[in-house]
């Protein structure tokens, strides 16, 4: 039970005023060989989560940003081998809790049961896989139990209250609201923040097991403030990404990454 | 039937983003609802009849027949119906779908451009917007039917991802759904992607396969002996086969694209080459690599250009029901040229896969057999690519 914990703990130990931040990157993106010390300074910059994605040749729930990252992450050679190695070796330095983040063909390819024991042994605490929701396939829910690897599920704005339950009651670690529906990157924060307030009442009304992050079109502090007012906190993902593909070609562009961050966390870097 | 969580044996599923599940719910309720609705099935037999032009002939081909020099062989003449492909017997199905469900804007991606023709011609028979997603590649290789969906007021998406071919046009036609769930409509013209689609898509096909089983009782007296159809997403082999999969002395034959080779990389043999995997929202046998990445499909039909197979043909091959086999591009071509040269036919490059495949099977018949074989779409539309090979 050592990995439930580690994000138990996270969310746990939050202060009330305190919103957790959680960030996707792409596994190998820009190169693999940075990946490890992109995530330390992501989290020396005040990231609580880290969402490690496993790109995938056709992922039909992301936008060009991440379509573009994974592309890149296969070109280099990126797989699930390299991802547990990647994992392994943060664990080694640090205990933020590492979510893997990816489609479900490259996992079943590999062997469910080897990529749970893999992923467990490695030091993952959650995935999320937004083309398995729960009920559809029962099997990876119950290897989730198994390894101790919590099965984070998402709600959309139009899922019935009914399903929300449903969904809570499958999560573990947290349930990820996507404030829109769309692919990831595709629409601003500021658009998004008008429409989501009775959206997240609806959320919070049905999901009582879990802490709540919501995600998809945060792009800046402010952005993150209005939308996750009301859970405990927000995912960026595109926004990050889109920014390390702007500066990815400096010498400094994990340091640069870092200041990024630390604005997206507290308004100032 | 697919079972209640839409899988044929192991196959199918609904394998998809959460926002797309209220969807799919209201789908196959609305689907369920009209299969036994006879103001439904009214209107769209009527459709079929009289704007389709249906039913099709099941032509002899006696030409064919004698240079084989053994069975009778048959083609159901789907190339005749309105737009030139069986596609516009699903596009007609589910758009009635739509405009009973209150869908306003309907999306559907295309390959061969057929099912693109199809829905953009049923749109403009219904007057609703219609976006149609290509792959980049596809638009060049099948201009002609770029310029027909235009006129039909269309909106052709380019697709720059990957391959540039189908599959990477599901792919966007998922993401605009995810993006425009509450008013879009999509339909999908194969029997792929998540329940309930390949159900329904087969259910709008059957009529090939019910008309055939009459027609040959009416011409022959009795039920084929082999029926033959190419596999794409596998539509029009499902929906000349599903009548007839109960009757266990047909025999059916499925052929794929062996594009340069399925011992080469270069192919679309996906029940021949591929394992099993997700793609699209469904379990089903797939074109990947070791590690699970999709891999490239090719083949010179841009309409079987497709790394994935219908759910329900997967579950048939395993059972050994149907008989799966493949033909590279150069056996299509002369497909295409022999039923040209005998028949005064001329077939779609996908059509010309099952035609190839008569070479293989016609020395195994009997004379007083006879095959059916789908003559599932016309070929002008392939006549840039062919004319490169003549
Ligand atoms: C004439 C024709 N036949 C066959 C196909 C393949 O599709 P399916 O396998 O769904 O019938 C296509 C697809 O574009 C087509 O246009």
Not at chain 1, 128 to 133: A, G, Q, R, S, T
Not at chain 2, 127 to 152: F, P, T, W
């Amino acid at each position: 039970m050592k990995k439930l914990g580690r994000l138990k703990k996270l969310f746990e130990n939050r202060g009330s005023e305190q919103k957790i931040m959680s960030l996707f990157i792409t596994a190998g993106y820009p190169d693999p060989g940075s990946t490890v010390e992109l995530i330390r300074e992501l989290e020396s910059s005040g990231a609580d989560i880290i969402e490690l994605g496993m790109p995938f040749s056709d992922p039909l729930a992301d936008g060009p940003t991440i379509q573009h990252a994974s592309k890149i992450a296969l070109e280099k050679g990126v797989h699930l081998d390299i991802i547990f190695d990647m994992v392994s070796e943060i664990r080694d330095q640090s205990d933020i809790p590492i979510v893997l983040m990816g489609y479900i063909n490259p996992v079943l390819k590999y062997g469910l049961e080897a990529f749970f024991l893999k992923a467990s042994r490695a030091g993952v605490d959650g995935i999320i896989l937004p083309d398995v929701p729960p009920g559809e396939f029962p099997e990876v829910e119950s290897l989730c139990m198994k390894h101790d690897i919590a099965p984070i599920f998402l709600v959309a704005p139009n899922t019935p209250e009914e399903r929300m339950r449903m969904i809570d009651k499958s999560s573990r670690g947290f349930v990820y609201c996507v404030s829109v529906t769309g692919v990831t990157g595709a629409r601003d924060g500021s658009e998004v923040s008008q429409s989501v307030g009775k959206f997240i009442d609806k959320v919070r009304n049905n999901v009582k097991n879990n802490p709540i992050l919501i995600g998809f079109g945060i792009r800046t502090h402010q952005d993150a403030m209005a939308i996750s007012r009301g859970v405990d906190g927000f995912i960026v993902g595109s926004a990050l990404i889109d920014y390390i593909r702007s500066v990815s070609d400096q010498e400094d562009w994990i340091k640069k990454t870092g200041d990024f961050v630390r604005k997206l966390k507290y308004g100032t870097s | 039937m697919p079972n209640s969580r839409g899988f044929f044996g192991n196959y199918g599923g609904r394998y998809v983003p959460e926002i797309l599940l209220p969807a799919l719910d209201d789908l196959n309720k609305a689907f369920s609802e009209v299969r036994n609705d006879k103001t439904f099935q009214k209107e769209y037999h009527g459709l079929l009849q009289e704007y389709v032009g249906r039913e099709t002939p099941l032509t002899y081909a006696g030409r064919l027949t004698e240079h084989f020099g053994k069975a009778r062989i048959y083609l159901k003449r789907e190339d005749l119906c309105h737009t030139g492909a069986h596609k516009i017997n699903n596009a007609i199905g589910q758009v009635l779908l739509a405009r009973k469900m209150g869908k306003t804007r309907i999306i559907a991606e295309t390959g061969a451009g057929q099912h693109g023709v199809a829905t953009a011609t049923v749109c403009a028979h219904f007057g609703m917007s219609c976006i149609i997603y290509m792959g980049a590649e596809d638009i060049s290789r099948q201009k002609l039917n770029v310029d027909r969906m235009h006129l039909l007021g269309a909106e052709v998406r380019p697709v720059k991802s990957g391959a540039q071919t189908l599959s990477n046009a599901i792919n966007e036609a998922i993401r605009d759904w995810v993006s425009n769930v509450d008013n879009t409509f999509y339909i999908i013209g194969s029997a792929v992607g998540p329940h309930p689609y390949p159900y329904m898509v087969r259910e709008f096909q059957s009529v090939i396969g019910r008309e055939t089983m009459d027609q040959s009782l009416r011409q022959e007296g009795r039920l084929p002996d082999h029926v033959l159809a190419c596999v794409g997403g596998g539509s029009n082999a499902i929906g000349i086969f599903y009548p007839m999969l109960d009757h266990q002395n047909v025999m059916l034959y499925g052929i794929e694209a062996a594009g340069e080779g399925v011992k080469t990389p270069r192919h679309a043999a996906t029940l021949t080459g591929g394992l099993p995997g997700i793609l699209h929202g469904s379990l089903s046998y797939l074109l990947q690599t070791q590690q699970g990445q999709i891999a490239e499909a090719h083949s010179v039909s841009a309409g079987l250009d497709y790394p994935g197979v219908g759910p329900e043909h997967s579950f048939l091959c395993d059972s050994g029901r149907v008989t799966y086999a493949s033909v590279t591009d150069e056996e299509a071509i002369e497909g295409v040229r022999l039923l040209s040269s005998k028949e005064g036919i001329i077939p779609a490059l996908e059509t010309a896969h099952a035609i190839a495949y008569l070479k293989v099977l016609m020395p195994t018949t009997e004379t007083s057999e006879f095959v059916v074989i789908n003559c599932s779409g016309r070929g002008d539309k392939d006549m840039e690519t062919i004319s490169k090979f003549i």
